[in-house]
Nanobody, 119 residues
């Protein structure tokens, strides 16, 4: 599975962005998909996860109520809708695919897309 993340950019506080992650390869729907992020000088952290069918989602406390993860299995794509952005959301965002919807380390990672929120 190869993953290509896109949609990052510069946005003002309170603004919105939608990230996309396009997957190549077979059986996209058999993979749980997650978003992680890494801010400068900090460790990579979990943001959101979605099951293969899309029926289960979970979020980090810091983004709950502001971010929404979704997927379109017909398009082999997962999305992260980010609303009410804050400067502390500034990071490189990575999508990842794995067999587990929670726990463990995903098997495949995208290259990351930069999100910068200005104050």
């Amino acid at each position: 599975v190869q993953l290509q993340a896109s949609g990052g950019g510069l946005v003002q506080t309170g603004g919105s962005l939608r990230l996309s992650c396009a997957a190549s390869g077979r059986s996209f729907s058999s993979y749980a998909m997650r978003w992680f992020r890494q801010a400068p000088g900090k460790e990579r952290e979990f943001v959101a996860t979605i099951s293969g069918s899309g029926g289960y989602t979970s979020y980090a406390y810091s983004v709950k109520g502001r971010f929404t993860i979704s997927r379109d299995n017909a398009k082999n794509t997962v999305y992260l809708q980010m609303n009410s952005l804050k400067p502390e959301d500034t990071a490189v965002y990575y999508c990842a695919a794995g067999r587990s919807v929670v726990g463990g380390i995903p098997d495949y990672w995208g290259q990351g897309t930069q999100v910068t929120v200005s104050s």
